[in-house]
Every structure is written in C-alpha cells, then in structure tokens.
C-alpha cells in the first residue's frame, strides 16, 4: 500500500515554469499549496489555478508578497518542500536586484523556521553560471561555474542564508524553457533570457530546456533525498545556426525572421556545458 504523498507548496506557482511543476505534482498524487505573487491583473494561468482550487480537493491557493516574511510562513504551514520558480523582472537596476535579493532572503528564512520543511528546491537560470569574461576559454562549464557578482547576487544570498541556516537546498539551474503557449505565456521571461542570445550562441553556452523535463527534474530534485547543490538543466544545446532558426521560428512572434530566410552558415560552436549532475538525476543515481 503506497504511503500517502506530503504537501508540498510552489512559488510563486503562476509563472509559467510553477505551473508546469504545480500539475506534475499533482499528477503524482501530492497535496500541494499553490502560492500566488500578488501581482495587478489576474494572468491567465493564475485564472486557471483558482479554478482548479474550486475542483482540486488536493490542492489549496493562497496569495504570498515575498517581501513579506509572514505570508510566506502561512503557506508554508504544513508543507515538505518549497519548489521556489520567481519570474525575473523586465529590467535589472540597483532596485530592482534588491528587492529580489530580499525577497529571496525571506524565502529561505521562512523555509528555515518551518519545521515541517525538508527540502527547499530553487528555480535559477544557466545565466547564473555562463556570464564570465573568459567563459569563451573555458572548456568545461558546470555547476561549479558562478557568472560574474552582478548577474547572481539573488542566488549567491540565498545558497550563504540556507549554509548558514544548515537548510537543505537545491538549485536548478534552467536553459531557455520552451514548451506549449511560451511565446504567450512566459513573453517576459523569455525576452529578458534572450537579451544575451547571440553571444551565448557563439560561446557554445546556448541551450534551451523542454518545460515537461524541466519540470520532472525539479520533483525527482526532491524526492530523492541524496540530491545536493546545483544542477544544469538543458536537454539541447544550440550550437548551428540550423539549430538558431528553428529556435527562433519556435518562440514567434516574440522572435521574428526574414521572410524566406536561408540558412548560410556551416559553423557549429563548440559545446562547453556540461551535465554530468543531471544524467546521475535521470538515472536515479544522484
């Protein structure tokens, strides 16, 4: 007789990479409390979740501003696990990476004072490791790999808070996320991770994630328990200019091309990431 599956809660559960996780866990039968970012009007996937809250006994919805330490504790109530995905804003100034950092902050400080909660699993970007001067001399890129300080304080604070607080903390570190409806559903996201295309391109450290795979790997992130640090999550990297256009045709109409648009390059960039963490992840032997 399987044992009962524990509650789980995802933040912020709206954005499109939260909702893709908030369906597989309910797929694999765990109660889960969905935390919404109080944001100005209701998006169309934080519509869908209300209306699977009213169908869906399983599941419970609640409104969460991440500056504010306590509505993150009262959906944390009860919780195993907190599956953190936060959107990344429109633009980057002082501001704005200040608000995020302290947002980040009182994420895992509310993880660390629930006693219920056992593993804090954080959505992060590739970005957070490729952005470095000689990233185009380095052969090898994994997840010992930080980008230079402005491109990562968000996660850098939230990895010295959780050592500090001896919480159990994972990070994924995502590609481009493609998947159905992502050119309508996630157009900020994905123009703000394109901002520095074409030179990831050409360093060999473009690579793009199916929201599905990308989804499963934050779950078995959790369940299995030997799961530690940070880990690449990409299943293509795009290295051909062939590879660049079907990209590009994928994300329309964020991303447009020429008409009759022929490709004329034969280059392939070389490859420099790695995903040594992840294959042992699939495999179940992480």
Sequence with gaps: MDHEKPTV??????????????????????????????????????????????????????????????????ALKGCSALFCCLDCPDGYDDIMVDLEVRGAINVVEACAQTDTIEKLVFTSSLTAAIWRENICSQKDVDERCWSDQSFCRKMKAAWALAMDRMLNMVSVNAGLVLGPAVAQQNPRSTMSYLKGAAQMYENGVLAVVDVSFLADVHIRAFEDSSTTGRYFCFDQTVNTEEEAVKLAQSLNPLLSLPPKYECRGTEAYAERLRTKKLNKLAEGTA
């Design 9 to 74: 809660c995802v933040l912020d559960a709206s954005t499109y990479v939260g909702f893709w996780i908030l369906k597989g866990l309910l797929s694999r039968g765990y109660a889960v409390h969905a935390a919404l970012q109080k944001k100005g009007s209701e998006t169309e996937i934080e519509s869908k979740i209300k209306e699977m809250g009213r169908d869906e006994e399983r599941l419970a919805v609640f409104t969460v501003d991440i500056l504010d330490y306590q509505s993150i504790l009262a």
